[in-house]
């Protein structure tokens, strides 16, 4: 009886130590080239503050409502499975993305999961997976809107986005099988991607230029690490090899508006030097390819993505870290571009397209990056993308989306397809809402890394973690702070091992260094702070030790580099890594918000308002009014008779939640 109780005993402890970091949103544990380790999905738990309360309307809200409209007659992409599966009858509604919209909703859901352990999201995933299993196809091939249409052949037409619907299955069935443990989704996903490879694996010439939009390449590599089957690692290689080899020319399986630049296919990746194109396309492409990266440490893949990541956000994003500034437009080589990058610097405010899914794409391959080398100022970029062209993606009580994050919006801006006067509560084109909302879900996961003795905090906000570090030792601290409405973080030490270990706290480039202290246990730390960097101390940590970290949040005043056209002369007003926007109804009545400007010597006053859109810091101050009141394209110079009132700021995220509004970030400058 003792013998078995230690053999069962050992086996547990075995067990567990196996999957001891091995649950993470990327699971990055074994791969080879890479320096900041995911923590386990789960680890980490929001406790107060601005993210708790944001996965809290997450969890109630977001996730739920969300899945009624996806599961019923409005969003219909449940009803798509449930007919190919035999179930139901009727004919595909939606994008040919919508597959894939839905599996980015169940992978909220898993997120969800894995906090509050509620058992009826599992079952209920249990009963969606079932139908999932029944629409796919007798060799592994799944795709609703190819098999319910009999006009449409499998792999005929780029755009129609199979590749994509794809990689949403295996990157949602990875995650469920690490949240659940179940395999019931996980098959699913390896029959497909047995498919795939049997499809694939040749290279055929007919096939080079699918996919279109490449999440396959990130959802692949997820699935090779859980299975180790090293056939989903070359095929995602495959993807990445097979792009820019196909003659740029209208072809049978491509239209002339969905080549060359646009899908990054006129220059081959490891040669780019330049992000190109449709924005979403790009970044969940160059993500898929960094994780190839994690596993095979090829110098040409890292090399083009440092020179890609750079010319992102040094030359083409936006302050609040959206990309893709035009809706149409053509790249320096003169391909038709949509949703896209365009030139260096060109940075339009009204027009700007900023996707939402870009955005977000924009951290996902920056937490990668930040997985690779371990910087700081690839978190940075991520905190950035959250607090700002993320988060306007959904409006304050969960409900309504943007599709488009423009950084001005007039009433008599006309508006094109997917723009928006204000949040809708259904898009057509759904792919941004659940791909937000499974963001909120999973920012807990970013939070932290696990380095190569310690660990680094990412993103500040009340949380508790509970992990083990890379030795397998146990670690459990909390985290209090008002992040990002106060710059003050306290970090408690719980529990951990006897040896020193390093805490790493990233020090933002925001803090431009001022100010800033660190200290443990009240006393100044024995650790380099300077902004942009993490700042490392190691210890031999013992429960009860406090690091307490200030950075004062001033707000600040903002200006573009001089190449930028759009903002000569204007300021933007950013505090911490939260960026402010003027609205409408914080000006009087038939006031445009082009008739803003911003005296120089503006003096911003902070607000904390715990009772407006949820709760958060605004700002006030006299700014100067002046309408232009001519039609005229042009007009000579008058000296303006300016009106000076007294208004609010609200952070750019919280824009469009009081009806509809004109919005601005960027202001002209008045230097007194
Ligand atoms: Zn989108």
């Known amino acids: 009886m003792k013998k078995w109780t230690v053999v069962v005993f050992c086996s547990v402890v075995w067990l567990h130590a196996s999957h001891a970091q091995e649950l993470g949103i990327i699971n990055t ?96 995933l249990d009963e969606i997976i079932d139908v999932i299993g029944k629409a796919q196809e007798e060799d592994g091939y799944l795709s609703t809107q190819i098999t319910l249409d009999d006009n449409k052949a499998r792999w005929s037409y780029r755009q129609f986005h199979e590749l994509y619907n794809s990689g949403h299955l295996l990157t949602s069935a990875c995650i469920h099988h690490r949240v659940t443990g179940q395999r019931n989704f996980l098959n699913i996903a390896i029959k497909h991607a047995d498919y795939l490879y049997r499809t694939f694996k040749t290279e055929p010439r007919e096939l080079a230029r699918f996919g279109f939009n490449q999440t396959q390449i990130m959802g ?176 304050a009580d969960g409900t309504h989306y943007f599709y488009t994050n423009p950084l001005r919006r007039t009433l008599d801006h006309a508006m094109d397809t997917t723009d928006q006067q204000t949040r809708e509560p259904y898009i057509p084109c759904f792919c941004c809402p659940p791909n937000l909302v499974r963001t909120i879900a999973k920012v807990s996961g970013w939070a932290y890394s696990l380095t190569e003795d310690g660990i680094a905090v990412n993103l500040y906000g009340g949380n508790r973690l509970n992990t083990q570090l890379q030795d397998g030792s146990v670690v459990k601290l909390k985290q209090d702070s008002l992040y990002p409405w106060d710059g003050a973080v306290t970090i408690t030490m719980e529990s951990c091992k006897a040896a020193p270990f390093d805490m790493m706290l990233r020090i933002p480039e925001w803090t431009q260094g001022k100010g800033v202290q660190l200290l443990v246990n009240g006393k100044k730390a024995r650790a380099k702070v300077e902004a942009g960097t993490y700042a490392t101390i190691k210890l031999a940590w013992k429960k009860g030790d406090v690091i307490t970290l200030h950075m004062p949040m001033e707000a600040k005043l903002l200006v573009g580099h001089p190449r930028i056209e759009e903002v000569r002369n204007q300021a933007a007003i950013k505090r911490g890594p939260v960026v402010y926007c003027i609205e409408s109804p914080d000006l009087p009545n038939n006031t445009s918000v082009l008739d803003v400007y911003l005296p120089s010597g503006v003096e911003l006053q902070t607000h904390d308002q715990p009772d407006f859109l949820g709760g958060m810091t605004t700002l006030s101050a006299k700014v100067l009014l002046h309408a232009y009141d001519k039609e005229d394209m042009y007009s000579p110079v008058e000296k303006p008779n300016w009106t000076e009132v007294k208004t609010q700021f609200v952070p750019y995220f919280a824009w469009s939640n009081r009806g509809v509004s004109e919005m601005t970030v960027w202001m002209p400058i008045v230097w007194e």
């Open 220 to 395: 692949l590599v997820e699935l090779f690490r859980i299975t180790r089957n090293r056939e989903y690692l070359h095929l995602a290689e495959i993807f990445i090899n097979m792009r820019g080899k196909s003659k740029v020319e209208p072809h049978a399986t491509v239209w002339h508006k969905a080549m060359g630049d646009m899908v990054q296919e006129r220059t081959p990746l490891r040669k780019s030097k330049e992000a190109v194109g449709h924005a979403v396309l790009a970044l969940y492409y160059y993500a898929g390819a960094a994780d190839v990266y994690a596993e095979t440490g090829e110098e040409a893949l890292i090399k083009a993505l440092d020179r890609l990541w750079e010319n992102v956000v040094n030359k083409k994003m936006y302050v609040t870290g959206a990309v893709g500034q035009t809706h149409h437009g053509a790249s320096s080589k003169v391909d038709f571009v949509h949703e896209a990058f365009i030139s260096d610097y060109m940075m339009p405010n009204l027009t700007a397209y900023n996707e939402t899914c870009a955005n977000i794409c924009n951290a996902m391959f920056s937490y990668r990056m930040l997985g690779i080398h371990g910087k700081s100022k690839y978190a940075d970029i991520m905190e950035l993308v959250l607090y700002n062209s993320a988060l306007s993606g959904i409006s």
């Open 29 to 124: 544990t074994k791969s080879p080239h890479v320096t900041f380790k995911s923590v386990n999905i789960g680890d980490c738990q929001w406790t107060s503050g601005f993210w708790a309360d944001k996965f809290k309307l997450c969890e109630d809200v977001m996730v739920p409502h969300m899945g009624s409209l996806l599961k019923g007659d409005i969003g219909y992409a449940y009803n798509n499975f449930k007919i190919a599966a035999g179930l139901k009858e009727g004919k595909h509604q939606g994008m040919h993305w919508h597959d894939g919209d839905f599996y980015k909703w169940m992978e909220s859901a898993m997120y969800v999961y894995a906090i509050n352990k509620d058992e009826t999201i599992v079952r209920d």
